[in-house]
């Protein structure tokens, strides 16, 4: 069985910062790319950053400059620091990971529960 789950969300201001973390837990043998998805009220999840397992990322362009994506690869963790928020980046905030388990060859994607970002204006 694995699991990852978000922490860190919470209410904040307009300007203001917080630090997500994603932890991946169980029978991990491998963790390829990690990223962050958002999910605003009636729109749909999308991304917005990735970092592989050798540290390259990627950021969606409305997050470029404010964000960053980073991981703990002993501790299969990943992170977001936000910073700079806007109202517009109010959403539960999800954590993905493409996970190899022992005793299975292949990865596979896996999602965490999500954490509320709300940012008041």
């Known amino acids: 069985q694995v699991q990852l789950v978000e922490s860190g969300g919470g209410l904040v201001q307009a300007g203001g910062s917080l630090r997500l973390s994603c932890a991946a837990s169980?029978?991990?043998?491998?963790?390829?790319?990690m990223g962050w998805y958002r999910q605003a009220p009636g729109k749909q999840r999308e991304l917005v950053a990735t970092?592989?397992?050798?540290?390259?990322?990627n950021y969606a362009d409305s997050v470029k400059g404010r964000f960053t994506i980073s991981r703990e690869n002993a501790k299969n963790t990943a992170y977001l620091q936000v910073n700079s928020l806007k109202p517009e980046d109010t959403a539960v905030y999800y954590c993905?990971?493409?996970?190899?388990?022992?005793?299975?060859?292949?990865?596979?994607?896996?999602w965490g529960q999500g954490t509320q970002v709300t940012v008041s204006s």
């Open positions: 993905n990971a493409a996970i190899q388990r022992f005793g299975n060859a292949l990865y596979h994607t896996y």
């Open positions: 169980g029978s991990i043998i491998s963790i390829n790319t």
């Open positions: 970092i592989t397992s050798g540290g390259s990322t």
